[in-house]
Each structure stands twice: as structure tokens, then as C-alpha cells.
């Protein structure tokens, strides 16, 4: 279960993944530009999965009551290391857009 939330958020992550190496068009594509990508998107990912790791371990499930049933509430072990992870991995590629930006746009 300490995965579920990171494996239902891959295929958005994979999809912002994809659009943050295909975008924007204008920039300049040399082997040292794919580099850089694969290599934010690497630390991207790894950082997702620490911080969704760190979110799911976080969470104090609810205590059960005398009848042995929990109140609501641990839905929040999945919730939280999604939203953990998805902003872990958007604020890699955030810090990495305009570094890219600036080491390879064209000159002109």
C-alpha cells in the first residue's frame, strides 16, 4: 500500500514529464539540452518518490473506537503522499524551466 498513490500519480507525472521535454518548441536541441532533461526529469521522479515515501509515512491513522472501527480519515495515507509527490516532482521541473530557458535559447 506504501506505493498505491505514487502508482496511480505516474501517468500524469509521465505526462508532464513528456510535455516539460517537448516544450517549448523555440529552444535549441543539442545532445547537452537532452542531458539536462533526462536529468532533472531523473531528479524529478526521485524526488517524487522521496517526498511521496516521507507523505505516506507521516500519516497518523485514526485510532479505533470501542467497537473497533476506525473513524474516517485514512484515506489521508494515500492523499498525502500524492499531493506530496506531485508537488515534490513540479517543483524540480519548475526550478528547471528557466535554467533550461536560459542556458539554450536562441540567440538571434
Do not use: H
Request: glycine share 8%; with cysteine.
Amino acid at each position: 500500500m506504501r506505493y498505491l498513490a505514487l502508482l496511480l500519480l505516474a501517468p500524469w507525472l509521465l505526462i508532464l514529464g513528456w510535455a516539460y521535454a517537448n516544450y517549448p518548441k523555440s529552444l535549441t536541441r543539442t545532445p547537452a539540452r537532452r542531458l539536462f532533461d533526462a536529468l532533472a526529469l531523473l531528479l524529478a521522479f526521485g524526488a517524487a518518490i522521496w517526498a511521496g515515501l516521507l507523505g505516506f509515512d507521516a500519516v497518523q491513522l485514526p485510532v479505533p473506537d470501542e467497537t473497533g472501527r476506525r473513524a474516517s480519515g485514512a484515506i489521508w495515507q494515500q492523499v498525502l503522499p500524492a499531493l506530496c509527490g506531485y508537488g515534490a516532482f513540479a517543483a524540480v521541473l519548475v526550478l528547471a524551466l528557466p535554467l533550461r530557458a536560459r542556458l539554450w535559447r536562441r540567440r538571434g
